[in-house]
């Protein structure tokens, strides 16, 4: 009848009535109040129930409206953000291989760093609060497409399509790695024995550092790769021959000062404290530090290298000072470092492997104060 939805008696008698029809559905109708066993529906909850309130019409304690799952969260967007967008780094010109020798990338570990890498992450940091710079947490997320840009490069540039290194007219008890440097037999027998000798000091030097590890906040990582390959030796020996024909033979090898090495490996936050007390800890053992040089402003090497001498042997070493996760960029730029070195390597795939040295590096988390440590001499 007209008017009668002005009536609250009218209203509320028709309500009363659609009730009265509703309960005489059979159960599971759409529109009964009565699931299918008998049940009764829980009450409906009215469209006004769902409304969030408007900015201005928030609690008196001024707690904002609950988040939405359909809204973008800004800090999930945050850290998609970093591992999706490059730090930006200083591109100094690309030092010659030979003449960077400090920040030799030889490796000290298996190449199979997997385990590393999980221990690692189940110390994932928080987010740091400047989104600009890469932390813990995004390098950890960003290391798997890392990876795949390394097995994507491969690809493009197969090692097994390289012609063999010939070594048909060398002559007997000479030396040809797998870059294509050689050594006169000569000169590969004098390498040899020096090898020897090296070999003897690295246990006498060993069990000096391990005495170090045992006090430091870090951990000697890779100890087992320790004294270097013969061949990778030999393949630096004959690099300086073939600018340096006159050299001395045991004045070159001497010159190698990573024929022994080893890697402290810190946490991110005691990293700048645990390396400054883990080099007064080298020099009470009875080592002189010959040069420590800081690469954490290198666009494509994070860390800092050392060189030391034994007091007792004579002999020279090397000490890699990392963050756990320079130690894995480290790792996983390996390849492409001995790619540079071998001469066979073209200049096109040379700018592609230093482009991706750098793509890692702008990714690793810069510990606080790590730049500031000084250089020696």
């Known amino acids: 009848m007209a008017g009668q939805q002005d009536r609250p008696g009218a209203v509320e008698t028709a309500s009363g009535d659609l009730a009265q029809r509703m309960e005489r559905l059979p159960p599971g109708h759409p529109s009964s109040p009565y699931d299918e066993d008998g049940a009764r529906k829980p009450p409906v909850t009215r469209p006004a129930d769902r409304e969030l309130p408007l900015p201005d019409e928030r609690d008196a304690d001024g707690e904002p409206a609950p988040h939405r799952p359909d809204e ?3 800090r999930s967007l945050d850290t998609d953000d970093l591992t999706k967008e490059s730090a930006e780094s200083p591109e100094p010109p690309w030092p010659e291989v030979t003449g960077h020798e400090i920040a030799d990338r030889e490796t000290q570990t298996n190449e199979d760093s997997g385990a590393d890498a999980d221990d690692s992450a189940a110390r994932i940091e928080p987010t740091s609060p400047d989104a600009s710079r890469p932390d813990s947490r995004s390098w950890w997320q960003v290391l798997p497409r890392l ?3 390394w097995e994507h490069h491969k690809e493009r540039w197969p090692q097994e399509q390289r012609p063999p290194v010939d070594r048909s007219t060398d002559e007997p008890g000479s030396w040809r790695g797998d870059s294509g440097r050689a050594l006169s037999a000569r000169d590969n027998a004098q390498v040899d024995g020096r090898c020897d000798r090296i070999a003897k000091a690295e246990a006498l030097i060993t069990s000096r550092v391990e005495d170090t590890e045992r006090g430091s906040r870090g951990d000697l990582a890779g100890k087992e790769f320790r004294l270097k390959e013969r061949d990778r ?4 020996v004959a690099t300086d021959l073939a600018t340096n024909i006159d050299a001395d033979i045991d004045e070159v090898v001497s010159a190698v000062h990573d024929g022994v090495r080893y890697t402290l490996r810190y946490e991110h936050t005691e990293y700048t404290s645990g390396l400054q007390a ?6 009470d053992q009875g080592f002189e530090l010959i040069r420590l040089k800081n690469l954490w402003n290198d666009a494509e090497y994070k860390g800092i ?3 030391w001498r034994d ?5 020279a070493f090397e000490m890699q000072f990392h963050t756990r996760e320079s130690f894995e960029a480290k790792q996983i730029t390996h390849k492409a470092y001995e790619r540079l070195r071998n001469l066979q390597t073209t200049d096109d795939e040379s700018g592609e492997l230093r482009d991706y040295q750098r793509e890692v590096s702008s990714k690793i988390p810069i510990p ?4 500031d440590i000084p250089e020696y001499p």
């Open 368 to 371: 606080i104060d790590a730049q």
């Open 233 to 236: 030796l030999k393949d630096k």
């Open 305 to 307: 290298n050392s060189q």
């Open 147 to 149: 990876k795949e840009q």
């Open 72 to 74: 973008p969260d800004q």
């Open 311 to 315: 007091g007792e042997s004579g002999q």
């Open 278 to 283: 883990d080099v007064a800890r080298m020099k």
